[in-house]
Nanobody, 114 residues
Framework: QVQLVESGGGLVQAGGSLRLSCAAS????????MGWYRQAPGKQRELVAI???????NYADSVKGRFTISRDNARNTVFLQMNSLKPEDTALYYC????????WGQGTQVTVSS
C-alpha cells in the first residue's frame, strides 16, 4: 500500500511563489519516478514536472525556467518550487509516483490571482 500526502498549495498573486511538497509512504522501491501533474477546470490533466530516482528531470514547456522539481530520496519526498506564477497556473496539482505501478495524491489547489 502506497500513500501520497501533498501540502503547500494556496492562493497567491501573479508573480508570486509557492512550494509544493509530497511525501510517499508504504512499500516504496528505490528506483521510481515522482512528479506533479495539474488539472484546470474543463481541461485534461497535464504533466508539470517529473524527476527520477537518479534526478533526471522533465518539465512541461509552459513551466520551464519558472518551476523547479527536486526530491529527497531518504524521505521519499518530492518538491515543486513554483516562481513567477501566472493566472494560467491555477489548477489542482496532483502528486504522482511511479513505483511498479502508478499512484496519485488527492490534489492540492493552487490559485493565482491577476
Amino acid at each position: 500500500q502506497v500513500q501520497l500526502v501533498e501540502s503547500g498549495g494556496g492562493l497567491v498573486q501573479a508573480g508570486g511563489s509557492l512550494r509544493l511538497s509530497c511525501a510517499a509512504s508504504g512499500s516504496i522501491f528505490s528506483i521510481n519516478s515522482m512528479g506533479w501533474y495539474r488539472q484546470a477546470p474543463g481541461k485534461q490533466r497535464e504533466l508539470v514536472a517529473i524527476i527520477t530516482s537518479v534526478r533526471s528531470t522533465n518539465y512541461a514547456d509552459s513551466v520551464k525556467g519558472r518551476f523547479t522539481i527536486s526530491r529527497d530520496n531518504a524521505r521519499n519526498t518530492v518538491f515543486l518550487q513554483m516562481n513567477s506564477l501566472k493566472p494560467e497556473d491555477t489548477a489542482l496539482y496532483y502528486c504522482y509516483l511511479y513505483n511498479r505501478g502508478a499512484y496519485w495524491g488527492q490534489g492540492t489547489q493552487v490559485t493565482v490571482s491577476s
